[in-house]
């Protein structure tokens, strides 16, 4: 029904930015509620942030202030961007939508 494909994470060293892309297809995205969340090694799948589709955003406590979420529903797609990214940022990062699809994620790793 509804694909969901990220792009934009790599390696980037801690204090540098890096922004995520989520571009839908497959279901009428304008009424979608999306998420971002992040899987590190050995630890939980957590929530990173969600923005509804008219633009209210809620994020955890771990990334306030660094990270912004924001959508383009004439483009079908969703962003993540991060500044001050810090080495306990690293994970795979996954676009959701709340009606219960996932994207495969991209790796962002924070490193010197």
């Known amino acids: 029904q509804v694909q969901l494909v990220e792009s934009g994470g790599g390696l980037v060293q801690p204090g540098g930015s890096l922004r995520l892309s989520c571009a839908a297809s497959?279901?009428?995205?304008?009424?979608?509620?999306m998420g971002w969340y992040r899987q590190a090694p050995g630890k939980q799948r957590e929530l990173v942030g969600i923005?509804?589709?008219?633009?209210?955003?809620n994020y955890a406590d771990s990334v306030k202030g660094r990270f912004t979420i924001s959508r383009d529903n004439a483009k079908n797609t969703v962003y993540l961007q991060m500044n001050s990214l810090k080495p306990e940022d690293t994970a795979v990062y996954y676009c959701?939508?709340?009606?219960?699809?996932w994207g495969q994620g991209t790796q962002v790793t924070v490193s010197s």
């Open positions: 923005i509804s589709s008219g633009g209210h955003i």
């Open positions: 497959g279901s009428i995205f304008s009424l979608a509620i």
């Open positions: 959701y939508d709340v009606r219960g699809y």
